[in-house]
């Protein structure tokens, strides 16, 4: 095969892939049968399934069990605002996560003691197995689940005290930065890592995304000088929303 041509599954993916851009093939129309497909571009059954799967893997197209395989509906994405951190008083623990005062939203929390893993061990520099608060986040907007969020919190920092548990006590629902400064640890930097990868099933099904969508995640940690005093992972669907970082110059 010569520079720049493409294996024939990838020019019929290609042409089907242009159909649904431009509206040929509308959202919720049924893609054209392997049959149709072969007939069409006069290519083997084993070419047609691999260019259907192609479109599968971009999150163009969906399979029905015993129905077919339809378009999905292609939605602009939602921007998610992160900035560098500001005061936002009672503000909820939706607000903490996503500063477009626009958006409204909900949220539901579940917090547990666990032993660190070794990745956690190493966000939070405490040693392998050391106790720490996890808190797991479903975000929701417009009614629809929007973000998630898992916490971890070492409870050398926070056992014991008033905000051991980040949904519960008198700083419910508040910043890191607020519920550590009422233990007298003073959060003076946050670190924020972006990147991307496919989602797993659990992840997937309760943003409301089907098997196969990529996801974006934002690993954080916030610091007291130089110790880490929470790390998260902030999750949520690649084709749905964009984050988007207004920063002060200094």
């Known amino acids: 095969m010569s520079f720049g041509e493409q294996p024939a599954y990838l020019r019929v993916a290609g042409d089907l892939r242009r159909m649904i851009v431009d509206g040929k093939l509308a959202p919720h129309a049924r893609l054209p049968s392997q049959a149709r497909i072969r007939e069409k571009y006069g290519v083997s059954d084993t070419v047609a399934l691999e260019a259907r799967k192609v479109l599968m893997a971009e999150g163009l197209v969906e399979g029905r069990s015993g129905s077919g395989t339809y378009v999905r509906e292609r939605q602009t994405p939602r921007r998610v605002a992160r900035t560098g951190y500001r005061a936002l008083g009672s503000a909820s623990a939706f607000r903490q ?7 409204e939203g909900t949220w539901e929390a579940r917090s547990e003691q666990r032993e660190a893993t070794p990745a956690i061990a ?7 197995g050391e106790r720490v608060m996890r808190t797991r986040y479903l975000f929701r907007s417009e009614g629809g689940p929007m973000m998630l969020s898992t916490s971890w ?15 519960e006590g008198p700083l419910a629902g508040q910043g890191v930065v607020e519920r550590m400064a009422a233990i007298e640890v003073v959060v ?25 969508d990529s996801l974006l995640v934002v690993e954080r940690t916030y610091y007291a000088g130089s110790r880490p005093v929470e790390t ?15 920063l002060p110059v200094k």
């Open 188 to 212: 003076d930097n946050v670190l924020e890592e972006v990147g991307a990868r496919p989602g797993q099933a659990e992840e997937v099904m309760a943003l409301g995304g089907v098997p196969g």
């Open 232 to 246: 998260a992972d902030v999750v949520t669907r690649a084709d749905r929303f964009r984050l988007s970082y207004h």
């Open 97 to 103: 996560e996503q500063s477009d005062e626009r958006v």
């Open 153 to 167: 919190e070492p409870l050398s920092v926070t056992g014991r005290t008033p905000v051991m548990l980040p949904e």
């Open 122 to 128: 190493l966000r939070l520099g405490v040693a392998e």
